[in-house]
Each structure stands twice: as C-alpha cells, then as structure tokens.
T-cell receptor, first 113, second 112 residues
Framework: SAVISQKPSRDICQRGTSLTIQCQVDSQVTMMFWYRQQPGQSLTLIATANQGSEATYESGFVIDKFPISRPNLTFSTLTVSNMSPEDSSIYLC??????????FGSGTRLTVV | GDSVTQMEGPVTLSEEAFLTINCTYTATGYPSLFWYVQYPGEGLQLLLKATKADDKGSNKGFEATYRKETTSFHLEKGSVQVSDSAVYFCALSAKGGNKLVFGAGTILRVKS
C-alpha cells in the first residue's frame, strides 16, 4: 500500500494566523481526504480532494476557512486559516487505495494559542 | 445517513485476556468495513477489513467477521498484550461513496 508523508508533524501557532499542512503520497491516487480529530474525539471528514477539480466540503466546513489544493495525483495541501484556539486538533490526510482500503498520514498536531 | 456505533470505552483488560469490541453500522447497500488502530501519538493504521458479507478480516491475531444479518463487525482477539493498548476505530465506506465514516473509537488498556 501507499505511504503518505505528512508535515509538519506538530505546530504551535498564534491566533489569527494560517498554517498549511502538506501530504505527499509515494504513488498516484485519485481521491484524497482531509480529516480533523479534536482532542479525545473521533475523526470528522473536512473535505474530499480530487485532482483537477475543486474540493468537496462536508457540512460545517467551508473553503474560506480550510482551502485545499490538489495540484497532481501525489500531493495535497490543507490550510487552516485565521486560526482560533477552537482549531486546535490533529489534522490527518488520507488516500483511497481501492482494495487496500485507505492509508493515512501520521497527522499534524496543531495547537493555537 | 451512514453511521457507525462502537461500544464505549475505556476497556481495561489483563494481559492474555480475550477481547471483544462491538461495532454495528447503518448504511444503504453493502458497505466495506474496516478496523483502524491509533497508537499513542501516532496516525491511523489499517488493522483489518472486509468487503462483503461473511468475509472475515484478520491481522496480528485480531479478527472481525462481516455480519450482514446483524449489521455488525465486532473486533476480537484471543489473547491481548500490553502492546495492544491503543484506540480502535470501526469505520465503513459505502459502495460508490468512497469516504470513510468512523465510529467514536474505543480506548483499550491492557495491564501486565
């Protein structure tokens, strides 16, 4: 199965600033996903990112707050914009791999102060 | 919509005890079912999966059988180890839907 390199692994950011998280996959994948995991909670899907089209956002998430890029079949970024302490979470990217299921990056632990 | 319900934790067991973590689902059609494990401070790893009714997924001594009649996918292990301490997530992917829907997660603590 594919391997996803996600960075940064953690960051502490000031409120009002933005952070861009990157995910690099070692093989081409059609569908990538971005999830948020708030402290002690399960994973919530933010959006689905397909190459060549705009990301599809889930209810409660908007492009202005979480812009996503998907320039090719091996790379995607998620930006958390105008951050507040409520954005403190773990953010994970994932890639769909057909029969292999879904592979996840190691996550970005974000703390907003 | 599609949903996954897991038994609440934490589950605390002694080493070599038998483990069951219950998972039931609601979905239209016949989804694929997954168990993921998250060790402390790490991302998610696929533990096992099943794509159709009566399939049994297995890995590292863990097993789960896709039961369409009870819409369940319970995780079992005959003898847990301290190193199995982690959070376990049950998830589904609807056919054609692609995205994963996760349960709330179950914390497992194994004591020596």
């Amino acid at each position: 199965s594919a391997v996803i390199s996600q960075k940064p692994s953690r960051d502490i950011c000031q409120r009002g600033t933005s952070l861009t998280i990157q995910c690099q996959v070692d093989s081409q994948v059609t569908m990538m996903f971005w999830y948020r995991q708030q402290p002690g909670q399960s994973l919530t899907l933010i959006a689905t990112a397909n190459q060549g089209s705009e990301a599809t956002y889930e209810s409660g998430f908007v492009i202005d707050k979480f812009p996503i890029s998907r320039p090719n079949l091996t790379f995607s970024t998620l930006t958390v914009s105008n951050m507040s302490p409520e954005d403190s979470s773990i953010y994970l990217c994932s890639a769909a791999q057909g029969d292999y299921g879904y592979t996840f990056g190691s996550g970005t632990r974000l703390t907003v102060v | 919509g599609d949903s996954v319900t897991q038994m609440e934790g934490p589950v605390t067991l002694s080493e070599e005890a038998f483990l069951t973590i219950n998972c039931t689902y609601t979905a239209t059609g016949y989804p694929s079912l997954f168990w993921y494990v998250q060790y402390p401070g790490e991302g998610l790893q696929l533990l096992l999966k099943a794509t159709k009714a009566d399939d049994k997924g297995s890995n590292k001594g863990f097993e789960a059988t896709y039961r369409k009649e009870t819409t369940s996918f319970h995780l079992e292990k005959g003898s847990v180890q301290v190193s199995d301490s982690a959070v376990y997530f049950c998830a589904l992917s609807a056919k054609g839907g692609n995205k994963l829907v996760f349960g709330a997660g179950t914390i497992l603590r194994v004591k020596s």
